[in-house]
């Protein structure tokens, strides 16, 4: 599984877009999403020296079709918008891979944590060049949650092991000790160990991508 941290310069279209270019030195913080009927739900927080002139120009937008502001003190309003064109959003569920929140734009730039396997973090990032948004990829790197696959004396095992220096480089502890920490034969812990090592090792080579490399690719980097 794949973890993408993109920069993405949204296109024209979105109330986000167009606001935050209008005031660059604002920041939105979209805290939470939910998809509607044709249009989207975000709760958004929104930091600005000029805060009412920022929620009058959110609400004043084509594509907003209702703003509720949930609070609002020394210049950060939290409200509640539903909007058409939530591109992001769209992007995320054509692809099939989940945004994590929050979401921060400021100056027509979003910051987008995804998560999800290599081919759909590359189908996002497709599904956003066909309508206009240009990104760059700040990183992408390996996610996965081995221990989900392992048992827990296999755990108690690989946690023994770890803590006793076996894996350290150089080896601060042998296998032979490690066994006689958890009373166990050093057969019987060599045998866990193999496992574990081998559980570890084809989840990640299984989410490794297989076609050729190209650099500055997003297929490639994921």
Known sequence: MAQARLHVNLPEGPWVSAVSREFPDAQ?????TTPGDGAGFALVQVTADDIDSVLDAIEAHETIAELSVMALEDGVATVQVEAHAPLLMNAAQQA???????????NGIARVDVTGAHDRVADFGELLRTVGAEFDVEYVQQRMNPGESLTERQREVLFEAVERGYYDVPRTCTLTEVAEHLDIAKSTCSE????????????YVDDLPRHPIEPHSIDDEA
């Not at 939105?28 to 939470?32: A, D, L």
């Not at 866990?192 to 989840?203: C, G």
């Open 28 to 32: 939105f913080q979209v805290v939470t």
């Open 192 to 203: 866990v160990l193999q496992r574990v090592q081998r559980t570890i090792v084809r989840e």
């Open 96 to 106: 099939g891979v989940p945004i994590e929140m929050p979401v921060k734009i400021e």
